[in-house]
C-alpha cells in the first residue's frame, strides 16, 4: 500500500508560480512511476506530468510544457511539480498518483492518488 499526501496549493495570480509536493510512503517509493493529474469543474482528470522511477523519463501534457517543470527527490520519497507563468485555466485540483511500474502512463491508470491540492489563478 501506497500513501501519497500533496501539498504546496494555493491561491496566484497568473504569471505567478506555485511549487506542489507529494510525500509517499509505504513502499518502495523509487521504483515507481509518478504523475501529476488535474481535475477542473466539470471536466474530467487530465495528466499534467510524469516521471519515471530513478527519472530517467519524464512527460508532460502540451498545455504545460515549457512552463511546468516535475522532478523527484528518492531520498525524501517525495516528488514535485514547479509550476510558472501560470494562467487562468491552469485551475484545477491537482492530484499525485504513483504506479506499482516505473514506466509512466498519460492515462489514469495509475495505482495510487493522493487527496488533491487546489490550484486556483486569478486573472
Known amino acids: 500500500q501506497v500513501q501519497l499526501v500533496e501539498s504546496g496549493g494555493g491561491l496566484v495570480q497568473a504569471g505567478g508560480s506555485l511549487r506542489l509536493s507529494c510525500a509517499a510512503s509505504g513502499r518502495t517509493f523509487s521504483r515507481s512511476a509518478m504523475g501529476w493529474f488535474r481535475q477542473a469543474p466539470g471536466k474530467e482528470r487530465e495528466f499534467v506530468a510524469g516521471?519515471?522511477?530513478?527519472?530517467?523519463?519524464?512527460s508532460y501534457s502540451d498545455s504545460v510544457k515549457g512552463r511546468f517543470t516535475i522532478s523527484r527527490d528518492n531520498g525524501k520519497n517525495s516528488v514535485y511539480l514547479q509550476m510558472n507563468s501560470l494562467k487562468p485555466e491552469d485551475t484545477a485540483v491537482y492530484y499525485c498518483?504513483?504506479?506499482?511500474?516505473?514506466?509512466?502512463?498519460?492515462?489514469?491508470?495509475?495505482?495510487?492518488w493522493g487527496q488533491g491540492t487546489q490550484v486556483t489563478v486569478s486573472s
Open positions: 516521471i519515471s522511477g530513478f527519472g530517467g523519463s519524464i
Open positions: 498518483a504513483a504506479r506499482i511500474s516505473n514506466v509512466v502512463l498519460l492515462t489514469t491508470t495509475y495505482d495510487y
